[in-house]
């Protein structure tokens, strides 16, 4: 056969167009995955310069005062963090035992039946919107569940703002857990079975100590979350304009995402006034940067885990 | 003389050590505290969807399809969500525009392009930390950035760029980290012989990827962007800092670029303002909206669920 011996003529680098058009769409893609660099650097950005702006421009003492009145000039930041770590802590208590629980039932016990069920109902829970827990949080948890349980508190308190919280954050635990959980392997049960455990010690004393860098990754992403929810807060949690320091959470309290819905609803009146505004961004860049802190810690554990098995 | 039982034999004796079911407590207690748990959050689940409805009742039968279909109003009697859905789905669109192309050509870079090095480690942690952002800190940098954008490129309308474009920009910033992820995870799945088949036929990289992996991984990428819009179609915090009203306004019969430009409200917001409308026919009249924002909600997570069924593909 002539026409094989000639092969070598083939020219194997392909069409030029072809290429040209691999190289176009390599780029674009590029670009694509550097917008988000692109956004974290604009978040920082819109944050830094105007929370830089109220710092240098603040007294200082309005920072520790009686409470939270930016339109008073009162920035009282215990208030708000304070009220943030109070709702997130009732949040939390909440969510961990039944976040937990479900995530364990559904990885350990549920027969696969079931689990198809379930488990979809629980990303239902997971979709529902903040507003709507907000809603719920006030109009039922509050006079149901926290004005039975404590007669004195008022119909606005961080109790039920921090249940509503709770409910909200059960369903993201439940999955970052149940993720950590199934990752174990098959052996570690195996091998505890064949020592004549039972099913719940196996569970407890195996596959959850196991688990358990992905189940701390679970609460502090748990914990981020409820420090950053805003509607519920500041729909169920009262002190729409401001708030005295308050650590009763049968009271109502301020947190700083509610703090600065507030500012933005009422930003018409108070822009350009004082450096009110402005404290909204500082909220902001304090939120940001606590949010990170949380999320970057939790990221270790979870790595944690991947490297284990 | 003493009466002996007689004792059973040894292997009757193994086999009652091994399968003697002596009741445990613990064995019985312990998934039954677990089961309670899950069947606790779903009961919270179940009363709010019982209780929404129960308040919405006296709303949605009294007046009806008019709570769909009238404008924003200060009267409970004649305000409707009109507007608001309108809005809604407007910033939906722009949503899906702006933050799918962008989300899913990220995707695919991560996923098929991007080699294993500092900066590709430092994208990707910079996703996952930007999908932790809380949403209020989007609302601020569409305050900031997004609203002079919109202004600057004379699309502001009359609301000084505080509008549903600016709004639609924040929103797919904020949905754009959960797109990238879920369509990265879709690409992740599809089997690597796949592509190696697709580059020992002489295909590149490009071809690969459009004929083969991306149609491979399209059930996953789409179940996993409707469930990312649904999310969006539900987020209020940020739109009350890029000025979505929570008061009530009129666009008239403005064409379609004011109603782009102009004021503008959403669903979720305008059950945020209603909310804390005093009176009971307010009350019942948020019920009525949430109704309705579920019904959208669940619609669009019932298709995804369902889009993700039908299309499954086990290797």
């Known amino acids: 056969m002539t026409t094989e011996a000639s092969a070598p003529d083939i020219d194997l680098r392909g069409s030029r167009t072809r290429l040209r058009r691999e ?201 981020s979350r409820a420090i950053g929810e805003t509607m519920v807060v500041a729909m169920a949690a009262g002190a729409v304009g401001g708030s005295l320091f308050e650590v009763n959470i049968f009271q109502p309290g301020q947190t700083m995402t509610a703090a600065m819905s507030a500012l933005a609803i009422g930003s018409d009146q108070v822009a350009g006034s004082t450096n009110a505004f402005q404290s909204l961004f500082f909220l902001g860049l304090l939120l940001f940067l606590m949010t990170l802190a949380l999320n970057v810690i939790s990221e270790r554990f979870v790595r944690k885990v991947r490297e284990k098995y | ?157 009359g609301v000084a760029g505080q509008n549903l474009l600016a709004g639609g920009l924040t929103l797919a910033a904020l949905v754009l980290p959960i797109v990238i992820i879920t369509a990265a995870e879709a690409l992740r799945a599809v089997p690597a012989a796949i592509r190696e088949a697709g580059f020992g036929v002489g295909a590149t990289r490009w071809e690969v990827i459009r004929h083969h992996v991306v149609p491979y991984a399209a059930p996953g990428i789409l179940t996993g962007t409707v469930l990312t819009l649904a999310r969006a179609f539900g987020e209020t915090a940020p739109l009350l800092l890029v000025g979505a009203a929570t008061g009530f306004f009129s666009v008239g019969s403005a064409g379609l670029l004011q109603k782009a430009t102009g004021p503008y409200t959403a669903l979720p917001v305008t059950i945020f303002s209603w909310a804390r409308q005093p009176g009971a026919d307010f009350r019942s009249l948020t019920a009525a909206a949430i109704v309705v924002l579920l019904v959208l909600m669940l619609t669009a997570n019932a298709a995804a669920i369902i889009l993700r069924n039908r299309f499954e593909r086990k290797w």
């Open chain 1, 23 to 223: 190289r176009r769409v390599h780029r674009l893609f590029f670009g694509a995955a550097v917008t988000s660099i692109l956004i974290s650097l604009l978040i920082i950005g819109s944050l830094a310069g105007e929370a830089w702006r109220f710092i240098s421009t603040v007294d200082l003492s309005s920072l520790w005062d009686l409470g939270w009145f930016p339109r008073r000039g009162m920035f009282d930041l215990k208030t708000v963090l304070v009220g943030t770590l109070l709702i997130a802590l009732v949040a939390m208590a909440v969510a961990t035992p039944l976040g937990l629980g479900a995530a364990v039932y559904l990885s350990e016990y549920a027969r696969p039946r079931a689990r198809r069920w379930l488990k979809p109902i629980l990303e239902v829970l997971a979709g529902i919107p903040s507003v709507v827990l907000g809603y719920f949080a006030l109009t039922w948890i509050s006079p149901n569940l926290v004005m039975r349980l404590n007669p004195q508190a008022g119909v606005f308190n961080m109790a039920a703002a921090g249940i509503g919280v709770g409910i909200l954050v059960t369903p993201l635990v439940a999955s970052v857990t149940e993720d950590a959980m199934r990752a174990v392997p098959h052996a570690l049960r195996e091998a505890s079975y064949g020592l004549g455990a039972r099913k719940a010690t196996t569970v407890t004393r195996v596959v959850f100590p196991a688990a358990a860098s992905g189940i701390v990754a679970s609460l502090i992403l748990g914990l």
């Open chain 2, 1 to 157: 003389m003493a009466t002996r039982t007689p004792l059973p034999s040894t292997g009757e004796l193994v086999r009652r050590s091994i399968q003697g079911r002596r009741f445990s407590w613990a064995d019985f207690a312990f998934p039954a505290s677990l089961l309670l748990a899950l069947l606790f959050s779903l009961l919270f689940l179940a009363t709010l969807l019982v209780d929404v409805f129960v308040k919405a009742w006296s709303a949605l039968s009294g007046r009806g399809w008019s709570v769909v279909t009238s404008s924003l109003s200060l009267n409970a009697e004649t305000a409707g969500l009109w507007q608001s859905i309108m809005g809604s789905l407007g910033l939906t669109v722009v949503v899906a525009v702006i933050a799918f192309p962008i989300g899913i050509g990220a995707a695919v870079y991560l996923e098929e392009y991007a080699p294993d090095n500092r900066l590709t480690r430092f994208i990707n942690t910079n996703i996952r930390n930007l999908a932790g952002v809380p949403s209020i800190v989007y609302g601020i940098l569409g305050f900031t950035i997004f609203v002079r954008f919109v202004r600057a490129v004379g699309a502001g309308g």
